[in-house]
């Protein structure tokens, strides 16, 4: 699932995934995203976290605390670069941070890293 509210970023990433065999739902918000996992499971998270009315932190913090969805990898894909940024990232749960721009092949190794843990942990 791919959660940013830049619709170029959302289908960027969505192009680079289907290359690579991928399936993946977008979603233009976290309340957005939240309300499609009521109904489709999914196997990693791309959030963005500058966005309106719900930061990619807040969202992070609400997944993880859902008993039904804690188990959800989540990978930071964001243009901040700070460590404060990162930290506060892990903090609230994220697995990974990626920032912006990326190298296809590391966003590409990085889900499979996530896919792959949650498929063993199951």
């Known amino acids: 699932m791919l959660v940013d509210d830049d619709a170029t970023n959302r289908n960027l990433v969505s192009e680079i995934l289907d290359l690579c065999g991928y399936e993946s739902i977008q979603a233009s918000s976290g309340a957005e995203a939240l309300t499609i996992l009521t109904d489709q499971a999914v196997d990693v998270i791309l959030l963005d976290i500058m966005m309106p009315d719900m930061d990619g932190w807040e969202f992070c913090r609400q997944l993880k605390q859902s008993i039904n969805l804690a188990h959800i ?4 894909l ?10 506060k990232s892990f903090d609230v749960g994220a697995d990974d941070f990626i920032t912006k721009p990326f190298k296809m092949d590391d966003l590409v190794s990085r889900i499979e890293k996530q896919v792959k843990k949650v498929r063993k942990s199951n």
């Not at 990898?73 to 930071?76: L, R, S, Y």
């Not at 964001?78 to 930290?87: E, F, G, I």
């Open 73 to 76: 990898p989540i990978i930071m």
């Open 78 to 87: 964001t243009a901040l670069v700070d460590d404060v940024s990162r930290q």
